[in-house]
């Protein structure tokens, strides 16, 4: 059986100890490959260009040039590097500004390691992570992306599997979709069975290995 391809991240981090607290959260999982570090936005540009990585995790208040102007830069010049913006601030001007610039996902700094192995895997095939935490109004958040065909699911179920991979409850999903929230319990049961799934991360994981497949 072919070994599967290990998804190449690029860690941008003006605080040395984050950057190796990061590198070493990395190498506990075989799928996930650090491919470079940067201490602020020029470097992390410069990185992107010489390496090519799958996934930025990328800090916004750095010196020299900011995680904002960085995304903005990469995602210009290389609209398929998938960049993670992980800040200690979740205040909605900051995460817009993110998200508009090109950022595909939004996470805190405070994150469970099993959740930001999570939020990579699904980061890379264009899934959009929020942390709970942070509040956004989604009328003015990137589009989401559809997942890619061939689990089966409705494409009422695909849109609440989008909503789901951008961190919604049950309740902000039925609102965005103005259903009750009994249908929405309803469609993420669905979802986890045809996707032989047991949890929502899970089922975001199950997205991405059916990318990898492709």
């Known amino acids: 059986m072919p070994k599967a391809k290990r998804i190449r991240v690029l860690i941008v981090d003006d605080h040395d100890m984050l950057r190796e607290g990061l590198a070493s ?19 992390a540009i410069r990185l992107c260009r010489d390496l090519q990585p799958d996934v930025v995790l990328m800090d916004l208040i ?17 609209p398929e590097i998938r960049i993670i913006a992980l800040s200690s601030f979740g205040e909605d001007k900051l995460v817009k500004s993110a998200l508009r610039a090109g950022a595909t996902s939004y996470l805190l700094k405070n994150i469970p390691a099993a959740r930001l192995a999570e939020a990579i895997r699904a980061t890379c095939v264009g ?37 789901m991979a951008a961190g919604m409850a049950n309740a902000m999903i039925a609102e965005r979709m103005n259903i009750s929230i009994y249908t929405v319990k309803n469609h993420v049961s669905s979802i986890l069975v045809k996707m032989g799934a047991s949890s929502r991360l899970e089922a975001v994981s199950q997205a991405f290995q059916t990318q990898q497949k492709r």
Request: aromatic share 6%; hydrophobic share 40%; charged share 20%.
């Open 62 to 78: 750095m010196p020299e040039m900011d995680g904002v102007a960085a995304i903005q830069a990469i995602h210009q010049q290389w």
């Open 127 to 163: 899934l959009p992570i929020l942390s709970p935490e942070i509040t956004l109004s989604y009328s003015e958040k990137v589009e989401t992306p559809v997942l890619p065909p061939g689990n089966d699911l409705t494409a009422r179920e695909l849109e609440v599997l989008n909503c």
């Open 25 to 43: 959260f990395l190498r506990a999982y075989p799928d996930l490959e650090r491919v470079g570090e940067a201490a602020n936005g020029s470097d």
